[in-house]
């Protein structure tokens, strides 16, 4: 058993020797390497040690870490559309027209002289409905003159065929006709009282017409009366006088006189 054992040491010490003797006498072949390159490559920094940056160069840089990049804002093309159309311009709105009111100015009136008896207020009624109207009376009473146009049936008659003929003319239609007694036993047969001669004249014409002779009597009077004074604002002549129309309707002997205001 010993000796295989040292036979297995003998050889190894042998080997040992050997391989000794051999890299003493021939030197260690180097391994081909291939060296860096001597740049870096395109696209690539180059890595630097810690050791080779500055202090000034190293805290640049670890500000630049901790502040956010700025991103630039991107651009999107807008998609083309139709072309614009033309905007009419704004028409302004019409300017606000203040109405004028005219002015009113006094227009005065005087009629002439009334019968006592008409009283101012038969004048004030007919003048109610004017605006802005004053009526004054004169404090004298003046005299005046008027006339009335009485139509009558011809002729005086009894009173029984006056009566007859004023029964007969009903029947035909014929009104406002009645008896008027007269000096004496005489009876007249009256077709009525008109203050316009154009008036009577009508009467006459309607009741001749018929077959019957008709008359026309005049008769005058003389009267205490009063003159009226109208003062009447408006803004024309024109409108004053249109506001005594119905005035004139209702006095048609009486039309006021335009004359210049007191």
Not at 28 to 52: D, N, V, W
Not at 101 to 112: A, E, G, L, N, S
Not at 132 to 146: G, L, Y
Request: with cysteine; net charge positive.
């Amino acid at each position: 058993m010993r000796r295989p054992i040292l036979m297995i040491a003998l050889l190894l010490l042998l080997a040992n020797a050997g391989s000794l003797y051999w890299f003493t006498q021939h030197p260690a072949a180097t391994i081909g390497t291939t060296e860096a390159p001597a740049s870096t490559p395109k696209g690539i920094a180059r890595l630097k040690l810690i050791s080779e940056v500055s202090p000034d160069q190293l805290i640049a840089a670890t500000t630049a870490l901790d502040t956010p990049p700025k991103t630039e804002p991107v651009v999107v093309a807008a998609k083309p559309s139709e072309p614009p159309t033309a905007i009419e311009p704004a028409v302004p709105p019409p300017p606000i027209r203040v109405p004028v009111i005219p002015t009113k100015k006094p227009y005065c009136f005087v009629t002439p002289p009334f019968n006592a008896n008409a009283g101012d207020d038969a004048v004030l009624r007919i003048l109610a409905h004017i605006p802005d109207v004053e009526v004054n009376s004169d404090t004298r009473k003046q005299a005046f003159k008027s006339t009335t146009y009485w139509v009558r049936i011809r002729g005086f008659r009894p009173l029984k065929e006056a009566v007859a003929l004023v029964n007969e003319l009903r029947e035909k239609g014929i009104k406002d006709v009645a008896t008027t007694p007269m000096k004496g036993s005489n009876t007249v047969v009256s077709l009525g009282l008109y203050r316009l001669k154009e008036s009577a004249t009508d009467r006459v014409s309607e009741i001749t017409g018929m077959g019957y002779e008709t008359e026309i009597i005049e008769l005058k009077k003389t009267h205490l009366g009063l003159r009226y004074r109208i003062n009447i604002l408006a803004t024309s002549e024109a409108e004053a006088r249109g506001y005594l129309r119905e005035y004139r309707n209702a006095f048609p002997k009486h039309p006021p006189q335009l004359q210049d205001c007191p």
